[in-house]
């Protein structure tokens, strides 16, 4: 089974997406699942995992109503309110369905670059183990030593790293973000998407060649049975086309062995979100 690990789905609104600015101009409209549809089907992927775009629980219900009409839809990564006292309800509403695979809040636009190690924050994240949900970190690369600390203290979870926490590919620069990544890659609860890439290089000027120290470091980290193909689509049309996108890591690996080929682009997925990969779905 093929699987895009991570991609949104949302009907624009500009007081809901406020983090699209001007400069994102090609992203404010809807993106749905008939659109996404064809473009996964034109390479041979079997389903996606749609990951939260909103931080509210209306729009986490509205991907779930989206995986019941939609079969390729194979897992849902939402937003719940961690440092709520309100948190276990939500998730026990939520894990009723079958897709609810993980959960996801915006760190990476918290004004404490720490917001992550907070009390109430680490509470909710103490929860997600109860519930077989793993949790996706969407970083900045200085965000990467208090997520260290984070799923250390956290070793039974099951963390995954979107977008290897956007290097700067665009500046060529690799260093902490690299030393960064190899610790946080120590610890074995914690996989990573090779997504995101092409927004982080120079949208206009960018090459394959650009992003192949950053797939390197990512291989050498987390090896191959941690990684997990993802577009990141629609944010990836900002640089980029779906097909694109996608073939820029699918290039990359096939010096690799069909096995680790198969892994990375859908079994890793697959096995790290509990997808059910006998289960019929439709393209």
Known sequence: MRIDSHQHFWRYSPTEHTWMTDEMAALKRDFLPQDLQPLLANLHFDGCIAVQAHQSIEETRWLLELADIFSFIRGVVGWVDLCSLELPGQLERFTEHARFVGVRHVLQDEPDDEFMLRPAFRRGIAQLRDFNLAYDLLLFPRHLRAAVRLVEEFSDQHFVLDHLAKPRIAEKSLSPWREDLQKLASFQNVS??????????????????????????????????????????????????????????????QSFSQSEQSAIVGGNCAHFYGIDVSAKHTI
């Open 192 to 253: 990573c998407k090779l997504s995101g890439m092409v927004t982080e290089a120079n949208w206009d000027h960018w090459r394959p060649q650009d992003f192949r120290p950053y797939l390197d470091i990512a291989v050498d980290a987390f090896g191959t049975d941690r990684l997990m193909i993802g577009s990141d689509w629609p944010v990836c049309a900002l640089s980029s086309d779906y097909p694109t996108t996608m073939q820029l890591v699918m290039n990359y690996l």
